[in-house]
């Protein structure tokens, strides 16, 4: 299957600093990508999806001023936890979706390695 | 609403067989995925359903009944390094993910 690459894997940093997220799709043109976050025990709860060359659409409830999310080309998307406190430390998952030519829609989502953020 | 409903825990022997249950009610429907997630790693894909029926592959089968809004995951000949949370996710009409809360499955030797 096709590869997501998502960087770095593990990251702590001080309360009030910003951190960036990235998503790299490897061998397809990721025309969708999802960013999720996961508390312990929990499922995935999506943030936003993005799509390459336009603004993401944020879940509700979640703010887009703080989580920034870039999608500026078909293979990497961004999320920047801006200000970050420790209520932001949780597990950042990333997946993405081709478009056609890559498998299409009603295909797997491929996940990245998901970003395990501790804010202290 | 959009709503994916399955067991929270459950608890199997190795070398046994386990049935995991997954229902749904979404806006329309592009398919069904299960996902295993070990923890603190990110998911990775088991199966795709879209008809109804079986599809086996090999130690994990997975069934849909879209009439019936059902799924199940069979596992096979439990081993140890099974144990892991299984995620039911139903494609909807836009193409959009709608995640259930996951099955955590402990295996006992």
């Known amino acids: 299957g096709a590869v997501v690459s998502q960087h770095p894997s593990r990251v702590i940093c001080k309360s009030g600093t910003s951190v960036k997220i990235e998503c790299r799709s490897l061998d397809f043109q990721a025309t969708t990508m999802f960013w999720y976050r996961q508390f312990p025990k929990q499922s995935l709860m999506l943030m936003a999806t993005s799509n390459e060359g336009s603004k993401a659409t944020y879940e509700q409830g979640v703010e887009k001023d703080k989580f920034l999310i870039n999608h500026a080309s078909l293979t990497l998307s961004t999320l920047t936890v801006t200000s970050a406190h420790p209520e932001d430390s949780s597990f950042y998952i990333c997946?993405?979706?081709?478009?056609?030519?890559?498998?299409?829609?009603?295909?797997?989502?491929?996940f990245g390695q998901g970003t395990r953020l501790t804010v202290v | 609403g959009q709503n994916i409903d399955q067991p929270t825990e459950m608890t199997a022997t190795e070398g046994a067989i386990v049935q995991i249950n997954c229902t749904y009610q979404?806006?329309?429907?592009?398919?069904l995925f299960w996902y295993q997630q070990h923890a603190g790693e990110a998911p990775t894909f088991l199966s795709y359903n879209v008809l109804d029926g079986l599809e086996e592959k090999g130690r994990f089968s997975s069934f849909l009944s879209r009439s019936k809004g059902y799924s199940y995951l069979l596992l096979k000949e439990l081993q140890m390094k099974d144990s892991a949370s299984y995620l039911c996710a139903v494609m909807d009409s836009n193409y959009q993910l709608i995640w259930g809360a996951g099955t955590k499955l402990i295996i006992k030797p």
């Open positions: 997946s993405a979706r081709g478009g056609s030519g890559t498998g299409g829609e009603n295909t797997e989502a491929f």
């Open positions: 979404t806006s329309g429907f592009n398919g």
